[in-house]
């Protein structure tokens, strides 16, 4: 019998409504050619909730989340809300709450697709990105002493237990072996960071004896920053923690060809995993029908494999490439030769076809 999937939506903010109406018109799409089942719970959280009413993510919306088979999310961010408020309110909350110790980055240059890599192409721009989601200087640990007077400090402290490292790092193998790749690269900065570098350091190399199978190799996010531009090839698997791993895919995403392309997941294995396109609201293009939807609707791509309906998902990768690569001039917002709509019709159009 075809299985049936209940799916939180939460479009949120700016230019989120209309990339996730993207990514839903290729779930649907999708659903029909293989023959899944889904039903959708819309939410309405976000910035123009947080200033009508004064709520972030009520209690009432996290537990029938705690009870979805995965979200969408579209984006969360208001250029009229103080920063902060709704990150931590919702999306951060979002991630902790629901145990999302993944967050899953592919950076994939298509083909077809412009990357300001002069010399790379497909086959140098490659590779994974596994970033620790719950943890790190996320954390919100730290605190204030004597705030507001000339003697102030602020303490913000990086929280690394090893269950939240290891389980990390064993994800990360795990991807690396299942995904058929040769090598996984720790990402941290050992040579300054003596206490958080050496747990991630001990934790990797007691996880990777677990893997003969498998490469190790190490790279300080500075020299990661580096070979990301330089010698992307050598990157197959990359696992880092919270912070390196926010600042190193905003790097991926643009040597992959820009926010319009890349997507990402929140993801705990044994719990309710959540898919985003990484490029935020995106204010200055809301409500004109020119943002790219391709990183919504790849992000949907990779909420399908997550729920085990890897065929539809690769239906929904795959007409992706095929858009990137016959139609679209350009991947930026604007200068697509499509709008918004046309380009989820044409992903629409490659599905029904496959
Ligand atoms: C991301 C975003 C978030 C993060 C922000 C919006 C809190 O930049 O998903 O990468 O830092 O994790
Ligand atoms: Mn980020």
Same mark, same amino acid.
């Given at each position: ?28 799409? !999708?659903?029909?050619? $293989? ?17 009508? $009413?004064?709520? $972030? ?7 029938? &989340? ?37 967050? &899953? ?33 996320? =954390? ?42 040769? #090598? ?114 790849? =992000?949907?791509?990779? &909420?399908?494999?997550?729920? *085990?309906?890897?065929? !539809? ?27 918004? $709509? ?6 629409? #159009?490659?599905?029904?076809? *496959?």
């Amino acid at each position: 019998m075809a299985k049936s999937y209940n799916i939180a939506v939460i479009p949120g903010d700016g230019t989120g409504p209309e990339v996730v109406a993207e990514g839903l018109k290729a779930l649907a799409a !999708a659903a029909r050619k $293989t023959g899944f089942k889904h039903q959708l719970a819309h939410y309405d959280v976000g910035g123009a909730r947080y200033l009508k $009413t004064g709520e $972030t993510l009520p209690d009432s919306v996290m537990d029938e &989340l705690k009870g979805m088979d995965a979200i969408f999310l579209g984006a969360i961010g208001h250029p009229e809300v103080v920063p902060g408020i709704l990150e931590r309110g919702i999306l951060l909350k979002i991630r902790f709450e629901l145990d999302q110790y993944v967050n &899953l980055r592919p950076v994939i240059l298509y083909p077809g697709v412009w990357t300001p890599l002069r010399d790379k192409g497909p086959e140098d721009i490659n590779f994974v990105v596994v970033r620790e989601n719950t943890e790190g200087l996320y =954390a919100g640990s730290g605190g204030f002493f004597k705030k507001g007077t000339p003697d102030e400090i602020a303490i913000q402290e990086s929280v690394n237990t090893r269950k939240g490292v290891e389980r990390c790092i064993r994800f990360a193998f795990d991807y690396c072996r299942r995904q058929g790749r040769r #090598k996984v690269t720790l990402c941290h900065k050992t040579n300054v960071l003596n206490y958080a570098g050496d747990i991630w350091e001990r934790a990797f190399s007691d996880v990777a004896k677990q893997y003969p199978d498998i490469q190790m190799d190490y790279a300080h996010t500075d020299a990661v920053c580096m070979w990301m531009v330089k010698n992307p090839e050598w990157f197959d698997v990359i696992v880092t923690d919270n912070l390196f791993g926010d600042i190193i895919t905003d790097l991926g995403a643009m040597i992959q060809g820009g926010m319009g392309i890349a997507a990402g997941g929140n993801i705990n294995p044994q719990g309710v995993s959540m898919f985003e396109p990484i490029g935020g609201s995106a204010p200055k293009y809301t409500g004109k029908n020119i943002i790219n939807p391709l990183a919504a609707i790849a =992000a949907a791509a990779m &909420l399908l494999e997550n729920l *085990g309906e890897e065929d !539809a998902g690769w239906r929904v990768e795959d007409a992706v490439r095929k858009v990137v690569a016959q139609d679209l001039k350009s991947l930026a917002a604007g200068q697509m030769g499509y709008s918004t $709509t046309e380009v989820g019709d044409l992903v629409v #159009k490659y599905i029904d076809q *496959g």
